[in-house]
C-alpha cells in the first residue's frame, strides 16, 4: 500500500473500572519487564501477589471518579486525536491508534497493518520525554513483531519530542488560557521513575552532581530527569517566566527511591511557606487522565488547601486540541 502508516501509541487504560478490568489492565503494565525491571521472581510475586491483588480495588474506585460519558478521557481523546490528525493529514498517510496495553491493542493493529502490506510506518509513541518504561517498551514490543513479518517495511521510530518546538508551542498556547502572571507560583508535575531507571542511562553520571537541571547536557536526549527539566525550561522561557517564578517536581511515587523532589511534598512546602495560588503543568502526558484529572486536580487540590494554599489549577492536558493536532503533523513530518 503506497499510504505511510503512522501508528499512535498510548499507555493504555482499563475497558471499564470495573475492578476485575482494572485488575486485568495492572496485571498486563505491571508484568512488563521494562516497567518493573526487577529480577523475574522478584517481579512476579509483588506483582501478581502483592501490588495488583491490593491495589486493583482502590485503583478501579479512582477510574470510576475519573470516568465520564465518554468512558475514559484518554481512550476518548486519543480517538479524536487519530481521526482529527488523519484530516489534517490528509491521504498520503493513514494513522492508528493504539494502546500498549489494553484496547485497542498494539498488537492487533500491527496485524492490520501486515495485512495490509504498508511500504512505510511510522512509529509515535506519544510520551514527550523517553523512558524505558515507556517509549522503550512500546519500541521493543513493535520491533519484535515486525522482525517476524515476511516482509519488513521502512520504518521511523519517533523516540522522543520533549524539546520539539512542536510541542512546546502547543503547550504554550495551553498556558495563555490560565493568565499565567496571576499566580503566585509554576509547578511544572512530571510522571516519576524509579532512580535505578534514571542511573541505568548513564551509570557513569551521578544524578546528584548533573547539570541536567539547570541547562541542556549532550547525554540529556535519553535521560528521563534530564528531559523532563528541560521540557519545563523550554515551555518556562515560551511563556515568560524567569526561574523564580516555577519549580520541577514529580508525582506518582510508589517509594521513596523515586526521582524527587515529589510534587505533593513541594505543594505542603510552598503552602507552608505562604503560597497561596498555584498553577500546574504536567508535561510528561499529552492527554488528560488518571494522574492529571484525579491525583492532581482532586487529591492535590485538597492537599494544598489542607496546608493553608487557596487555589491549585492544572492547565488543561493538549488532549484532542488544534494546537496538538497541528503539533503532531509538524512533528511526524519534520522529525528525522
Not at 34 to 41: A, F, G, N, T
Not at 77 to 87: D, P, R
Not at 133 to 138: E, Q, S
Not at 276 to 305: G, Q, R
Request: charge should be neutral; hydrophobic fraction near 40%; glycine fraction near 4%.
Amino acid at each position: 500500500m503506497d499510504q505511510t502508516a503512522v501508528i499512535l501509541v498510548n499507555v493504555g487504560t482499563p475497558d471499564s473500572p470495573s475492578v476485575a478490568d482494572v485488575r486485568l489492565y495492572l496485571s498486563q503494565f505491571l508484568n512488563d519487564r521494562r516497567v518493573i525491571d526487577l529480577p523475574w521472581l522478584l517481579q512476579k510475586v509483588l506483582v501478581n501477589l502483592i501490588i495488583v491483588p491490593f491495589r486493583a480495588p482502590k485503583s478501579a474506585r479512582l477510574y470510576q471518579q475519573l470516568w465520564n460519558e465518554n468512558g475514559s478521557p484518554l481512550l476518548h481523546y486519543s480517538i479524536e486525536v487519530a481521526e482529527k490528525l488523519q484530516l489534517r493529514m490528509g491521504d498520503n498517510y493513514k494513522i492508528y491508534n493504539a494502546m500498549r496495553y489494553g484496547s485497542p491493542s498494539l498488537e492487533n493493529i500491527l496485524k492490520y497493518i501486515e495485512y495490509h502490506n504498508y511500504k512505510k510506518i511510522i512509529i509515535l509513541p506519544l510520551f514527550p520525554q523517553y523512558a524505558s518504561a515507556t517509549t522503550g517498551t512500546v519500541s521493543e514490543f513493535i520491533l519484535a513483531k515486525i522482525s517476524r513479518w515476511n516482509v519488513v517495511p521502512e520504518l521511523r521510530l519517533i523516540n522522543h519530542f520533549h524539546n520539539h518546538p512542536a510541542f512546546i508551542d502547543a503547550f504554550a498556547t495551553q498556558a495563555a488560557k490560565y493568565e499565567v502572571a496571576k499566580w503566585d507560583h509554576i509547578i511544572f508535575s512530571f510522571h516519576g521513575l524509579p532512580l535505578r531507571q534514571i542511573k541505568k542511562v548513564h551509570p557513569e553520571i551521578d544524578c546528584t552532581e548533573c547539570l541536567c537541571k539547570t541547562q541542556s547536557i549532550e547525554e540529556g536526549q535519553f535521560c528521563y530527569q534530564a528531559a523532563c527539566y528541560e521540557t519545563a525550561r523550554l515551555i518556562a522561557a515560551k511563556i515568560g517566566l524567569s526561574t523564580n517564578d516555577y519549580s520541577v517536581s514529580f508525582q506518582s511515587r510508589l517509594t521513596k527511591k523515586w526521582m524527587s523532589p515529589f510534587t505533593d511534598v513541594s505543594l505542603i512546602q510552598k503552602a507552608k511557606a505562604g503560597i497561596k495560588k498555584i498553577l500546574i503543568f504536567a508535561p510528561s502526558f499529552v492527554a488528560d487522565c488518571l494522574e492529571t484529572k484525579i491525583e492532581i486536580e482532586e487529591e492535590y487540590n485538597i492537599l494544598f488547601k489542607k496546608h493553608g494554599g487557596e487555589q491549585l489549577q492544572l492547565v488543561e492536558s493538549l488532549n484532542d486540541h488544534d494546537c496538538w493536532i497541528e503539533g503532531l503533523n509538524q512533528i511526524i513530518t519534520n522529525s528525522k
